[in-house]
Protein backbone atom coordinates (compact mmCIF):
# COMPACT_ATOMS: atom_id res chain seq x y z
CA UNK A 1 0.00 0.00 0.00
CA UNK A 2 2.98 2.44 1.01
CA UNK A 3 4.68 1.95 -2.45
CA UNK A 4 1.31 2.39 -4.51
CA UNK A 5 0.68 6.33 -2.45
CA UNK A 6 4.68 7.16 -3.14
CA UNK A 7 4.40 6.38 -6.76
CA UNK A 8 1.95 8.56 -7.10
CA UNK A 9 3.10 10.88 -4.89
CA UNK A 10 6.47 10.83 -6.94
CA UNK A 11 4.11 11.38 -9.80
CA UNK A 12 1.99 14.01 -9.21
CA UNK A 13 4.31 16.52 -6.99
CA UNK A 14 7.17 17.00 -9.25
CA UNK A 15 4.38 18.23 -11.18
CA UNK A 16 3.10 20.43 -8.46
CA UNK A 17 5.88 21.65 -7.44
CA UNK A 18 5.81 19.75 -4.36
CA UNK A 19 8.47 18.31 -1.88
CA UNK A 20 8.15 16.49 1.83
CA UNK A 21 8.17 13.84 3.62
CA UNK A 22 6.55 10.77 4.79
CA UNK A 23 7.39 9.11 8.19
CA UNK A 24 5.28 6.15 8.72
CA UNK A 25 5.01 3.92 11.82
CA UNK A 26 2.18 1.21 12.59
CA UNK A 27 0.01 3.79 14.17
CA UNK A 28 0.43 6.55 11.75
CA UNK A 29 1.18 8.43 9.05
CA UNK A 30 3.36 11.78 9.70
CA UNK A 31 3.78 13.75 6.46
CA UNK A 32 5.55 17.32 6.13
CA UNK A 33 4.35 18.78 2.70
CA UNK A 34 5.90 21.59 1.08
CA UNK A 35 5.25 23.93 -1.79
CA UNK A 36 3.39 26.69 -3.31
CA UNK A 37 -0.48 26.68 -1.11
CA UNK A 38 -2.54 26.20 -3.86
CA UNK A 39 -1.07 23.21 -4.44
CA UNK A 40 -0.76 22.18 -0.88
CA UNK A 41 -4.35 22.97 -0.65
CA UNK A 42 -5.48 20.54 -3.69
CA UNK A 43 -3.08 17.61 -2.22
CA UNK A 44 -4.30 17.44 1.18
CA UNK A 45 -7.89 17.90 0.09
CA UNK A 46 -7.17 14.68 -2.36
CA UNK A 47 -5.65 13.50 1.07
CA UNK A 48 -8.32 13.88 3.37
CA UNK A 49 -10.70 11.66 1.06
CA UNK A 50 -7.91 8.72 0.44
CA UNK A 51 -9.53 5.69 2.21
CA UNK A 52 -6.15 4.56 2.69
CA UNK A 53 -6.07 6.09 6.19
CA UNK A 54 -8.60 7.83 8.42
CA UNK A 55 -8.30 10.50 11.05
CA UNK A 56 -6.49 13.02 9.28
CA UNK A 57 -5.05 15.94 11.15
CA UNK A 58 -3.97 19.19 9.88
CA UNK A 59 -0.82 19.72 13.14
CA UNK A 60 1.02 22.92 11.82
CA UNK A 61 1.19 25.12 8.78
CA UNK A 62 3.43 28.01 8.26
CA UNK A 63 4.72 29.99 5.73
CA UNK A 64 8.65 28.42 5.25
CA UNK A 65 11.22 30.32 3.23
CA UNK A 66 13.32 27.14 2.92
CA UNK A 67 12.71 23.80 1.93
CA UNK A 68 13.99 21.26 4.16
CA UNK A 69 13.19 18.20 1.55
CA UNK A 70 14.34 20.09 -1.90
CA UNK A 71 15.39 17.36 -3.88
CA UNK A 72 12.71 14.85 -2.74
CA UNK A 73 9.18 14.58 -4.36
CA UNK A 74 8.46 12.52 -0.96
CA UNK A 75 11.05 10.83 1.04
CA UNK A 76 9.81 7.80 2.67
CA UNK A 77 10.79 6.75 6.17
CA UNK A 78 9.58 3.63 7.72
CA UNK A 79 12.02 3.55 10.99
CA UNK A 80 11.25 6.95 12.58
CA UNK A 81 12.75 7.45 15.91
CA UNK A 82 10.14 9.48 16.99
CA UNK A 83 9.51 11.11 19.87
CA UNK A 84 5.97 10.04 20.62
CA UNK A 85 4.89 6.32 21.87
CA UNK A 86 1.96 4.86 20.31
CA UNK A 87 0.26 5.22 23.49
CA UNK A 88 1.72 8.79 23.44
CA UNK A 89 0.00 9.63 20.06
CA UNK A 90 -3.51 7.70 21.09
CA UNK A 91 -3.63 10.20 24.01
CA UNK A 92 -3.46 12.95 21.85
CA UNK A 93 0.13 14.05 22.24
CA UNK A 94 0.91 15.34 18.39
CA UNK A 95 -2.30 18.03 18.98
CA UNK A 96 -0.58 19.21 22.32
CA UNK A 97 2.63 18.91 20.71
CA UNK A 98 5.05 22.53 20.46
CA UNK A 99 5.45 23.77 16.34
CA UNK A 100 9.48 22.96 17.49
CA UNK A 101 8.62 19.35 18.61
CA UNK A 102 6.19 18.87 15.67
CA UNK A 103 9.81 19.94 13.09
CA UNK A 104 12.14 17.53 15.22
CA UNK A 105 11.74 14.82 13.64
CA UNK A 106 11.53 15.99 9.50
CA UNK A 107 14.48 18.33 10.54
CA UNK A 108 16.67 14.99 11.56
CA UNK A 109 15.30 13.37 8.87
CA UNK A 110 16.30 15.92 6.25
CA UNK A 111 19.81 15.96 7.48
CA UNK A 112 20.08 12.28 7.70
CA UNK A 113 18.93 12.27 3.67
CA UNK A 114 19.79 15.53 2.14
CA UNK A 115 19.35 14.41 -1.01
CA UNK A 116 17.37 11.94 -2.87
CA UNK A 117 15.70 10.67 -6.10
CA UNK A 118 12.52 9.73 -4.62
C1 LIG B 1 -0.59 9.04 3.91
C2 LIG B 1 -0.83 9.43 2.47
C3 LIG B 1 0.04 10.33 1.86
C4 LIG B 1 -0.15 10.70 0.53
N1 LIG B 1 0.71 11.59 -0.07
C5 LIG B 1 0.51 11.95 -1.35
C6 LIG B 1 1.39 12.88 -1.98
O1 LIG B 1 2.37 13.38 -1.40
N2 LIG B 1 1.13 13.22 -3.29
C7 LIG B 1 0.08 12.70 -3.98
O2 LIG B 1 -0.11 13.07 -5.15
N3 LIG B 1 -0.75 11.80 -3.40
C8 LIG B 1 -0.55 11.42 -2.11
N4 LIG B 1 -1.41 10.51 -1.54
C9 LIG B 1 -2.46 9.91 -2.39
C10 LIG B 1 -3.66 10.81 -2.52
O3 LIG B 1 -4.51 10.58 -1.40
C11 LIG B 1 -4.45 10.49 -3.81
O4 LIG B 1 -4.80 9.13 -3.85
C12 LIG B 1 -3.65 10.81 -5.05
O5 LIG B 1 -3.05 12.08 -4.96
C13 LIG B 1 -4.55 10.75 -6.30
O6 LIG B 1 -3.77 11.02 -7.41
P1 LIG B 1 -4.33 10.80 -8.90
O7 LIG B 1 -5.55 11.68 -9.00
O8 LIG B 1 -3.21 11.26 -9.79
O9 LIG B 1 -4.62 9.34 -9.02
C14 LIG B 1 -1.23 10.15 -0.20
C15 LIG B 1 -2.09 9.24 0.43
C16 LIG B 1 -1.90 8.86 1.75
C17 LIG B 1 -2.85 7.88 2.38
Known sequence: ?????????????????????????????????????????????????????FDVRLLLEEPMGVRLFPGWAMLDDEAPSLFWSAQDVEAGALETARPDELRAPFVRLSKARPAGIG
Open 1 to 53: MLAGILSVARRNNPRDDITGALICRHDLYLQLIEGPAPAIDALYSRIQADDRH
